[in-house]
């Protein structure tokens, strides 16, 4: 008998009335898959992680990593920190022709066909299906008409179910992936302005959507994966800008989440629910949208743990003989001023306001230069200097304050990648705090 998917069993629970859902990781930042696992471990719950089609794909993506290699990554962290590895659940965001959208609608979809494949041949099982953009050859002057995406996302979901065979003929215990499709959907890696005009999904636009998409299903002979569309991507009214967060109003949301009560096998994934407070989030499970995807709010509170480690350091080291220091704060900013690509896009004003936006902006650009070889040296050093001193309480008071009362009530160590890695999991609590019923 074919394992049922975890979130399938979500749909069930929330069908039945138990608020039940689960968050998603999208971060590829080892400190925060660490903190994910290793906090999942305490409730023997399961940790979804997502890489997007920019992030990852068949020629690298952004972090030049394949499928294959995403899911090596992933595996080996869990076994540093000794996750099973049945635990993890791996989806694949945005796939789609969206890193392609400039080529011809035929070319781009060979290429999109191809990621797909090679996501679910490499064991992803949670498939966001996002044919929602223009190509290279449709009118830009008109919206993309929902048939249209719907089609489109019909073409992938076969190339997903072959690979699927492929992967069962040769691993007959893969479990088969899940589909989550939708066309409403922010751009990956949160907004490029102020959403001003948020407009909650219509539930006319909703039916709009499954119908189409079922349609197309049914027209390509995917009857049978049809059954394994467990979501749709809906904007229930969550949005963040530099330093704006649009909080969920659940009432303004009311007409949408009561038309989810007529779909028996679907929830809502809501994206962009980044700093949304614990009871918001609480809120959007209880109302159906049951998969919440993070992603920079993680970075964000590594990157504040980080910046107060290197206060704390330079409180202790500064003017010590033959220690050099850091600077990781300065290093970071420096190397993203140099290398502009991944935030000037997203950042406005002047060059104060950029300043600020650098270090501290919601939409949290400097994750993208964590990995690159400067950064992560000053890193490195980081930790290491902070390894040879014994942290006193009261700096870790001054700067790490929930950290603190942690370490009193005898939770945590003082090792700085500990008070890292709880950082996240002061974020990841929130959502755990939302998806538990």
């Known amino acids: 008998m074919e394992k049922m998917h975890p979130l399938k069993k979500i749909v069930q629970m929330q069908k039945k009335g138990i608020p039940a859902g689960l968050y998603s ?38 972090t030049g990593m394949k499928p294959s290699d995403f899911m090596r990554f992933v595996l080996s962290i869990a076994e540093k920190v000794k996750f099973p590895a049945d635990k993890i659940i791996l989806g694949g965001d945005h796939l789609g022709p969206l890193t392609w959208k400039g080529m011809p609608s035929e070319k781009a979809l060979e290429e999109a066909k191809e990621l797909i494949r090679q996501f679910v041949l ?55 992936p899940v589909y989550v499709i939708g066309s409403e959907v922010p751009v990956p890696g949160g907004s490029q302005g102020e959403e001003e005009q948020l407009q909650v999904t219509s539930p006319d636009d909703l039916r709009e959507t499954v119908d189409l998409f079922r349609e197309a299903f049914r027209r390509n002979g995917l009857e049978s994966a049809w059954d394994n569309v467990a979501a749709v991507v809906v ?52 109302d159906g949208i049951a998969i919440l995807k993070v992603g920079p709010a993680l970075t964000f ?76 040296h000053a890193l490195d050093r980081l930790m290491r200097n902070l390894k040879t001193v014994d942290i006193p309480l009261s700096l870790i008071s001054q700067y790490m304050p929930v950290q603190y009362d942690r370490i009193r009530a005898g939770l945590l160590g003082k090792e700085p990648e500990s008070l890292a890695k709880d950082r996240v999991v002061n974020c990841i609590d929130k959502y755990l705090y939302a998806v538990k019923p």
Request: charged share 30%; aromatic share 8%; with cysteine.
């Open 235 to 286: 904007q229930p009214g969550v949005e963040f800008g530099d330093d704006s967060i649009h909080e969920y109003d659940r009432d303004a949301a009311k007409a949408l989440c009561e038309e989810l009560k007529n779909y028996p096998n679907l929830v809502f994934e809501g994206h962009s629910t980044d700093y949304q407070t614990a009871e918001a989030l609480k809120a959007m499970v209880e």
């Open 122 to 176: 490499a064991g992803f099982t949670k498939i966001h299906i996002d044919t929602s953009m223009h190509l290279g050859d449709d009118d830009k002057t008109k919206k993309l008409e929902t048939s249209i995406i719907a089609e489109r996302g019909a073409i992938l979901a076969k190339t997903a179910e072959k690979a699927y065979e492929e992967l069962a003929a040769s691993n007959p215990d893969a479990v088969h």
């Open 25 to 62: 990781a999208c971060s590829a930042n080892e400190l925060v898959l660490e903190a994910c696992m290793e906090r999942a471990m305490k409730d023997s719950g399961y940790v979804l992680i997502e890489a997007t089609a920019n992030q990852v794909n068949q020629y690298g993506g952004y």
């Open 301 to 376: 509170a590594l990157r504040e743990a980080l910046f107060a480690l290197n206060h704390i350091e330079n409180e202790l080291l500064k003017g010590k003989s033959g220690t050099e220091l850091s600077n990781f704060i300065e290093v970071l900013d420096e190397v993203m001023v140099r290398n502009p690509e991944n935030w000037i896009k997203h950042y406005h004003g002047d060059t104060e306001k950029l300043r600020l936006a650098r270090k501290y902006s919601f939409s949290d650009r400097c994750r993208y230069y964590l990995p690159l070889p400067e950064v992560r």
